[in-house]
């Protein structure tokens, strides 16, 4: 075991699929002499060599197009998309291409990438260095989205997503790169190194794709969420008094709907929450699964506590970001109903 | 048949990391003066030479030589070494306030001072620039309010663009500035359409494209090429060379070419590369694309020639992949002192000039900065109003964001 930030969870990972196998190459901007603009791929260049972990052109385009080459030929590419803000040059590439190669091929060709983004707010980012643009790729066939919350599930479900034969939308909220967030941001930042979720094997793990964990269990009412926003919900239950069982999703697609089923039946009541906008994001599919399948338990209508439908602004990024103080609100209403 | 080799993948390195001593020699550089000044119509495959070449006007000794000499008069250098001067102690203020905490980012231009200011000077009121990040000289040589530069870097209530965009990220429509998007090349396209728009309106007016080495990897950047050249689009387009994008160097972005320049010959755009610490040059050869462009003869594109001696941005630390000597060793000087050099050469300033024209422009960025954070900083004293982050997102508020507005307490 050892103390780990995300990111050092996150280069470990990609060392020990390197080590593991020869077919997985690791490359974009500044990735390679310099090891990232977050340092999640130091040193691999040096230990690798330069043909298997190297600086790309900035051209989000070129890097996902290539990749969907490399796999064509028998690679496992992991990319990086310096900010999750600069993957639209690169949309076409995994939309219309790497998510659909094996269905249109008709296996014949397939796209085991994973491409590593930094997503989410709370740095001072201002809008084109915050996005949280999990929605644009869950609404994908063909794709897998994986958020992890912390340095374990970090190395474990990105071992699995380099593992996985699809191509995985791997999201890592920059927010909790080197800690986790109390909610508070006039409060002291926390390092992983004194928080138990920075406990991590530095053996070969998986966290398999497509399951949930419960984080903190309870019988009053089911908060779903991930990434940043677990460890606010875990403030607001803190602080509230509230007996809320907290799922962080992990995986978005596919998602686990039988975690999901089994606590909200058993509370009767939800709360989801995003940091993304509201209209049409991922709370909303998260509510119309639980609509669809606990209806006739639910006590309360599911409330949604999500950034607001605005770019994400510089000055007011406290203000966008859902606090405890607005989860608190949902909370009381949920449990009023 | 002999058995096939093993393939081996190149990839591009630099010449020069931390620790090794920085060798610029492979670098040919012509002297001041060398390079021909083409008529403006000129055939673009006529022209090649000049994207493999470098436009310099100031030599060693400081004096202004060669073809492209003699358009700026002693006072309009002087202003430009004012507006380069305002530009650096600007930077260094800023630069200071966000070491403060003042502000959450800032990226400064040290080194490249010359690029902007001077292609500044060679367009007129009511064209359009549309810039990156590295291109404040815009704004400062076209006068526009140093407070109100600052107050969008603190994010305060003044800020013209209410604390939405990020340190640096301008907007000054009057002043022919573009909105800036911190997602690259973006705008390089962009000035192509507002070029073509001028001429479909039968127009008089130009657009200026600014974009870095790193930055022309993106496709927009091609396309932007593509239709500059099938529509002959009155328009300028800056590559700025400053031979890094964060880590990378220039040489990951130019590939193969010999030269950022002569990307433009496989469109058929008249392509120049010009010593951009050279504030005549810089100017002489925006003067010359200017021309072109106004009398419907089409798009240039210019390679500026510099290097960017600071950091990519605050957050950023380059002594991690690259020589802390290596702007010391850089060949084309530095851009302030050889304008300063010239102008005491023709007799028309000296070092005492000098040091009151610095003084002077420190008071008045002190000033401005002043007045600035009386407005408020990013972590104190007065804000934007938050409830202006629901504005402007469309021209009318839908009722949903009227809700959420509510709903926020606003
Ligand atoms: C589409 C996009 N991809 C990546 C980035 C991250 N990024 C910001 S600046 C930069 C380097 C740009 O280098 P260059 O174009 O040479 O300009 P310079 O900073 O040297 O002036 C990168 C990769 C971004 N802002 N937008």
Known sequence: MARMSMIEAIRNAHDLAMDRDRQVVVFGEDVGYFGGVFRCTAGLQKKYGSNRCFDAPISENGIVGAAVGMCAYGLKPVVEIQFADYMYPAYDQIVSEAARMRHRSAGQFTCPMVIRMPTGGGIFGGQTHSQSPEALFTHVAGLKVVVPSNPRDAKGLLLASIEDPDPVIFLEPKRLYNGPFDGHHDRPVVSWKNHELGDVSEDYFTVPLGKAKIRREGSALTVLAYGTMVFVAQAAAEEAGVDAEIIDLRTLLPLDLETIEASVKKTGRCVVIHEATKTSGFGAELSAVVQESCFYHLEAPIVRVTGWDTPYPHAQEWTYFPGPERIKRAFAQVLEG | ?410
């Open chain 2, 1 to 410: 048949m002999t058995a096939p080799r093993p393939l081996s993948l190149h990839v591009p390195e630099p010449g020069c990391r931390p620790g090794d001593t920085p060798d610029f020699s492979d670098f040919e550089i012509p002297r001041a003066g060398a390079v021909r000044r083409p008529a403006i119509d000129e055939a673009p495959e006529d022209m090649r030479d000049m994207a493999f070449s470098v436009v310099r006007v100031l030599n060693k000794a400081g004096e202004a030589v060669g073809p492209w000499a003699g358009l700026l008069d002693a006072e309009a250098l002087r202003t430009g070494l004012r507006h380069m001067l305002t530009l650096r102690q600007f930077d260094e203020r800023m630069l200071k306030a966000q070491r403060q905490g003042k502000t959450s980012f800032y990226m400064q231009h040290l080194g490249e001072e010359a690029v902007s200011c001077a292609f500044h000077m060679a367009l007129q009121d009511g064209d359009m620039h549309f810039p990156t990040y590295r291109q404040a000289g815009l704004l400062i040589a076209s006068g526009y309010p140093m407070t109100d530069m600052m107050n969008q870097i603190y994010s305060n209530a003044a800020d013209p663009l209410k604390g939405r965009q990020l340190p640096v990220m301008y907007s000054a429509r009057d002043h022919g500035f573009f909105t800036i998007s911190g997602n690259l090349g973006t705008q390089f396209i962009q000035a192509v359409g507002w070029a073509m728009a001028s001429a479909i309106s039968n127009d008089t007016k130009i657009a200026a494209g600014w974009i870095g080495d790193g930055s022309t990897s993106e496709s927009d950047f091609h396309a932007a090429m593509v239709f500059a050249s099938s529509y002959k689009a009155p328009v300028i387009l800056n590559i700025v060379n400053n031979q890094w994008a964060i880590s990378t160097f220039q040489g990951m972005a130019r590939g193969g070419a010999v030269t950022f320049a002569a990307r433009g010959h496989g469109f058929g755009i008249p392509s120049i590369r010009v010593d951009g610490n050279d504030y005549l040059a810089v100017h002489a050869v925006a003067s010359w694309a200017a021309e072109r462009a106004r009398t419907s003869l089409g798009p240039t594109l210019i390679e500026h020639v510099t290097y960017r001696a600071g950091g990519h941005s605050t957050s950023d630390d380059p002594s991690a992949y690259r020589s802390k000597e290596e702007f010391s060793a850089w060949p084309l000087g530095e851009p302030i002192d050889r304008l300063k050099r010239h102008l005491i050469t023709i007799g028309e300033w000296s070092e005492e000039r000098h040091t009151q024209a610095l003084a002077e422009i420190t008071d008045e960025v002190r000033a401005c900065q002043k007045k600035a954070e009386a407005n408020g900083t990013l972590i104190s004293g007065p804000k934007p109003s938050p409830r202006a982050m629901f504005d402007d997102v469309y021209a009318e508020m839908p009722p949903h964001l009227q809700r959420q507005r509510q709903e926020a307490g606003f």
